[in-house]
């Protein structure tokens, strides 16, 4: 069964700094991933997804994350955070033919002035 | 409007108490899902309709309810709730469901439900 793996419950980040958020998957066969975020009180959004060819994928909002088969990683980053980056952040892996989406726990992202 | 709404945001109700969430998507997708949000677990799938059918039911207790009267609409029917079941319901639609299909899913904001 896949399962998805997010190793940082919470992270503090400064305002202008750098960020990247760690996803490890578990699937047999080549992954749809994708990271969503929440803000309070909202539901979720999609920030980016990887289907197949560049491994390096582009989002909204100036996030980018990398597929990385030999780590059965999907990290998210972003060079530099907004306070309005302030959110729960969901790395999610896809079920090829049936559109299951199984998700991590979450990572909470504060940001500091 | 656009996008998926969900109705009520907030619902308190007692055990006894027999509720319905109400989700309805403008973007003329086929697919349409509800999902539960506890503190500290991931999303659990519980309910798939695809074309007004159900095709998935991930072992939710018969105290939930779904209804797809179309493929705009999308219920859940909540009777003899528990403590437990208290939690963020999210319904999600999608274009398609099923082989081959890709889609990403769109989420509604959620109804906030708390049971005493």
């Known amino acids: 069964a896949q399962s998805v793996t997010q190793p940082d419950i919470h992270i503090t980040v400064s305002e202008g700094a750098s960020l990247e958020l760690r996803c490890n998957y578990s699937y047999g066969a080549t992954p749809y991933l994708f990271w969503y975020v929440q803000s309070p009180g909202q539901g979720l959004q999609l920030l980016l997804k990887y289907f197949s060819g560049d491994t390096l994928v582009q989002g909204i909002k100036g996030f980018e994350a990398e597929f990385k088969r030999s780590q059965s990683s999907f990290n998210l980053r972003k060079p530099s955070v907004h306070w309005s980056d302030a959110a729960e952040y969901f790395c999610a892996v896809g079920d090829f033919g049936n559109e299951k989406l199984t998700f991590g726990t979450g990572t909470r992202l504060t940001i500091i002035p | 409007e656009t996008g998926v709404t969900q109705t009520p945001r907030h619902l308190v109700m007692g055990m006894t108490n027999k509720k319905s969430l109400k989700c309805e998507q403008h973007?003329?997708?086929?697919?349409m899902y509800w999902y539960k949000q506890s503190a500290k677990k991931p999303l659990e799938l519980m309910f798939v309709?695809?074309?007004?059918?159900?095709?998935e039911n991930n072992s939710v207790p018969s105290r939930f309810s779904p209804e797809c009267p179309n493929s705009s609409h999308l219920f859940l029917h909540l009777h003899t709730l528990q403590p437990e079941d208290s939690a963020l319901y999210l319904c999600?639609?999608?274009?398609?469901?099923?082989?081959?299909?890709?889609?990403?899913?769109?989420f509604g904001p959620g109804t906030r439900l708390t049971v005493l």
């Open positions: 973007l003329g997708h086929n697919a």
């Open positions: 309709y695809s074309l007004e059918e159900r095709v």
């Open positions: 999600a639609s999608s274009q398609d469901w099923g082989a081959s299909s890709t889609d990403t899913q769109y």
